[in-house]
């Protein structure tokens, strides 16, 4: 079976043999490359390249696209400090204002979604027939720490929430038309209120494209289903007496996860954020997947 088939199969809920591994990657093939993330950012051809190379070295069975969560916020007009250690920070924000006027398909020319988007079509040639291409979006509420300045935690007026969902909603659209078999949506905490009118599109939005999604929670007390309308639910540590119907991924954490292997994980996610050291010590990381992969 190729890869791709194994990892759609494990977000279907079926086991697909030793559990595939989804990475969210892009400071590291930066790092392993010796090149600055500005360099890169731009670039849709060494980008592209580089995923793919990265996912063979590693023997990957999908390449995520793109591990950067400022993408969005970049585009709509927030500032990035690109000196910044690992990743782009976000050094300049934009007002709640600002985020109501923005035309989200004028948003999406802007910036890096383009390139993201030329990245896709390119790894859809030759790596995406065999390998899964997974599309990363934050939530909502993520994407709204990251763009906004000064928001009272856990407060987003409705107004604000349509906005920010019918940019993602876009954004979720464009990924899918240009060739991506699953995306990926990352919550920064577990406590973000209601995203029930946000989640229904978005799944709705997925099933018509044939497109498999996974809600990615990112908080070590998880204690959410997180929307039964996804295909998938990630996990840091697997959690009991959640919905069962939800399939179970978990995060590649060291060597301490591999336990997990044979503890129901039907897949991983590999973060670079939550494991830099890890994503920085290619021996090591190439010697967990070995161990994944005998076991
Ligand atoms: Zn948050
Ligand atoms: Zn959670």
């Given amino acids: ?3 791709k088939d194994r990892v759609l199969q494990a977000l279907a809920g079926r086991n697909a043999g030793t559990a595939p ?7 590291q093939i930066c790092h392993l490359q010796q090149m600055e993330p500005i360099d890169l950012a731009y670039d849709p051809t060494p980008l592209a390249n580089l995923l793919q190379q990265t996912t063979q070295l590693f023997g990957f069975e999908a390449i995520g696209i793109l591990n950067d969560l400022a993408i969005l916020p970049e585009a709509a007009g927030c500032v990035l400090d690109w000196d910044a250690p690992w990743k782009p920070r976000i ?3 934009v007002t709640a204002e600002q985020v109501l006027d923005l035309n989200p398909a004028q948003v999406l020319e802007q910036g890096r979604f383009p390139v993201v988007l030329e990245v896709i079509r390119r790894l859809k040639v030759v790596a995406g027939r065999d390998r899964a291409l997974v599309g990363i979006l934050p939530e909502p509420f993520t994407l709204r720490d990251s763009l906004i300045a000064e928001m ?3 407060y987003l007026e409705v107004s ?9 909603i876009e954004a979720l659209r464009k990924l899918c038309e240009n060739g991506i078999d699953a995306v990926i949506m990352v919550a920064d905490h577990c406590t973000h209120g209601d995203q029930g009118p946000f989640v229904q599109t978005a799944a709705k939005i997925c099933k018509f494209f044939g497109v498999k ?6 908080s070590t007390e998880c204690s959410q289903s997180h929307g039964t309308a996804f295909d998938a639910v990630v996990r840091l540590e697997p959690t009991d007496g959640l919905d069962s119907k939800i399939r ?4 590649l954490r060291g060597r301490k996860d591999l336990a997990g292997a044979q503890n129901g994980a039907l897949f991983y996610v590999f973060d670079e954020d939550l494991e830099p050291d890890l994503a920085r010590d290619p021996g090591q990381l190439r010697e967990l997947m070995e161990l994944i992969k005998g076991s």
């Fill in 91 to 93: 050094a300049s924000r």
């Fill in 160 to 168: 604000l929430y349509q906005k920010i969902s019918q940019l993602l």
């Fill in 248 to 251: 179970r991924g978990t995060v």
């Fill in 21 to 27: 591994v989804i990475p969210l990657s892009f400071s």
């Fill in 1 to 3: 079976m190729k890869d």
């Fill in 213 to 218: 999604s996974i809600f990615y929670c990112r």
């Fill in 152 to 154: 009272q935690p856990g």
